[in-house]
């Protein structure tokens, strides 16, 4: 790659957990890919500016300042709209030709890089190419929250078209994610994004051949608790953006319903993947008690309108 000519992928890193061990486990991965043409961003904010402590091991790593935010309450866990505000100063900096996001919690795969490059080369009506995602660790709340978190994407993910692929592991082409710009410049919402995607005749394709591993160390209860309100509050919030209350009402009304319809749907593809007695059923308890918290925050997110 010269000087002048853009690289063949730029990765953007979401600062989700903002640790600096997570974010070098991170980047140990993708560098131990060897792969050529390979441009690597990191927005950060003040409350976690010790990453770029990191820049002397990794020097080819782009560490980004997201200047004139206001992020404190969200770092204290009261909220998560900082990750979709500061992700889109790495898109909007990024000059690959295919441009992907994954998080400082996620651990690649050694092809991780080439699978997405040849998954797009494999289907050129596609705009974007998402993996599967697995648990990186054998406590059962880890496995719980990966599920409750990944459920669509339990591995092994099958090469097959997808109405979704989620932003922890996900590559867009430059053009489409151009393309897209007005839907995601301010704010990327994985679900408004690909949505726009879809509607615009693109294609999204999940592939086997990208795996990312979520690797998020001793989570504490209280944490993952919160967190699943915090979560459930910003999707529901952003969903009905723009729709009047009587809408909203209604949807507030079938959240009850969500913790069995959703922990079913886990079940139903860790059966048909093969991990269902093994790597779902003894987690299903604690599924289940996330799933109740995040359909509060979601109901709580619909009344209110506001993703915080």
């Not at 490059?117 to 050129?124: E, G, I, K, T, Y």
């Not at 409750?148 to 989620?166: C, K, M």
């Not at 007005?182 to 615009?200: C, K, P, Q, S, Y």
């Amino acid at each position: 790659m010269t000087a002048s000519s853009p690289p063949e992928l730029t990765v953007v890193i979401a600062l989700v957990s903002g640790a600096v061990e997570r974010l070098r486990t991170c980047l140990a991965a993708l560098e131990a890919q060897r792969f050529p043409g390979l441009e690597i961003l990191v927005p950060y904010d003040d409350p976690v500016a010790d990453v770029t402590s990191l820049s002397e091991d990794y020097p080819l790593v782009e560490f980004i300042h997201a200047e004139g935010l206001d992020t404190a309450a969200a770092r204290s866990g009261s909220s998560r709209e900082h990750h979709d505000s500061i992700r889109t100063i790495g898109l909007r900096r990024a000059r690959g030709r295919v441009v992907a996001m994954l998080e400082d919690i996620g651990e690649a795969d050694p092809g991780w890089c080439r699978g997405l490059l040849d998954a797009l080369d494999r289907h050129p009506d596609a705009g974007a190419v998402g993996g599967g995602m697995g648990c990186g660790s054998t406590r059962l709340i880890n496995r719980a929250v990966c599920l409750s978190d990944f459920w669509r994407y339990q591995l092994p993910v099958p090469e097959s078209t997808s109405p979704f692929a989620s932003d922890a592991n996900i590559a867009y082409r430059r053009e489409v994610l151009e393309a897209l710009r007005d839907v995601w410049e301010d704010d990327f919402h994985e679900t408004i994004v690909n949505g726009a995607l879809l509607e615009r005749g693109y294609q999204i394709w999940l592939t086997p051949a990208a795996t990312i591993y979520q690797k998020r160390g001793q989570l504490r209860w209280g944490e993952v608790l919160q967190e699943r309100i915090v979560w459930g509050r910003s999707y529901g919030g952003t969903r009905v953006k723009g729709i009047p209350l009587s809408k909203r009402l209604v949807y507030a009304a079938l959240c009850p319903a969500l913790p069995l319809l959703l922990t079913s749907r886990v079940m139903r593809i860790a059966w048909r993947r093969g991990n269902f007695w093994s790597g779902c059923l003894p987690a299903l308890p604690i599924v289940f008690l996330l799933f109740i918290m995040w359909s509060y925050g979601e109901m709580v997110g619909y009344f209110s309108g506001r993703p915080v």
